[in-house]
C-alpha cells in the first residue's frame, strides 16, 4: 500500500509541476520577464555570483525548468540568452536520466559560457551536457571558489517540490536567435 501511494504522489508531482514549468514557458516576453527575475533571485541568494554575469562571454538563465521521474526521468524547460548583457535569443532544453530516482522537481538554472568558441558552439546547438558536467547548487558564496569546465559554469536553484535522485543523463539545448 505505501508502494502504491509513493507511485500515486510521483505520478501527480510530475504531471503537476512539468506542464506548469514547461508549457507555460513558451511566450519570448514571459521568459524574459522570468530570466530576469531569476537572475535577481540567483544573485539575491549569492551576490558573488555578479562576477560570472559581468565577467562572462555569454549566459542563458532557464527560469522555469520542470523534472519529473520515476527509474527513468525526464524534463525540460525554456530561457533567454544573453552575450553581455544584450538579449540575444531563446533556448530550450529537454533532458533525460535514468538510474534510482523518484519524485517532481522545479528549479532555475544558469549557464555561464567563459568565452566565445563555447557561446558560438552553443548557439549553433553544438552544445550537450552529460553526466560529466555538474551543476553548482547556488548558496551564498558558493560561486565565489566554482570555476568553469570546459568553458562553461553551470549553477541550479531549487523552487519546488522533491526529488531522490542517483542517476546519469543529459541535457540538449536549442537555441533561436530573436
Not at 504531471?15 to 537572475?39: E, F, H, N
Request: glycine residues 12%; contains cysteine; charged residues 20%.
Amino acid at each position: 500500500m505505501k508502494k502504491m501511494a509513493v507511485i500515486l504522489m510521483t505520478s501527480v508531482a510530475i504531471c503537476l509541476i512539468l506542464p506548469c514549468s514547461v508549457l507555460a514557458q513558451k511566450d519570448s516576453g514571459r521568459i524574459t520577464r522570468d530570466s530576469k527575475r531569476a537572475k535577481a533571485e540567483f544573485l539575491k541568494a549569492d551576490p558573488s555570483m555578479e562576477h560570472f554575469f559581468s565577467a562572462a562571454y555569454g549566459y542563458a538563465i532557464l527560469p522555469n525548468v520542470g523534472k519529473g521521474a520515476m527509474i527513468v526521468g525526464g524534463g525540460g524547460g525554456n530561457g533567454a540568452v544573453y552575450q553581455g548583457d544584450k538579449h540575444i535569443g531563446t533556448t530550450s532544453m529537454v533532458q533525460g536520466t535514468v538510474g534510482a530516482q523518484i519524485g517532481g522537481q522545479a528549479f532555475r538554472e544558469v549557464i555561464f559560457f567563459e568565452n566565445k568558441a563555447v557561446f558560438d558552439r552553443f548557439r549553433a546547438n553544438q552544445v550537450e551536457f552529460n553526466g560529466q558536467v555538474s551543476a553548482l547548487a547556488v548558496k551564498t558564496g558558493v560561486s565565489a571558489t566554482a570555476a568553469y569546465r570546459d568553458g562553461v559554469a553551470i549553477f541550479t536553484q531549487g523552487k519546488e517540490g522533491f526529488m531522490a535522485e542517483v542517476s546519469v543523463g543529459g541535457q540538449k539545448f536549442t537555441f533561436m536567435p530573436l
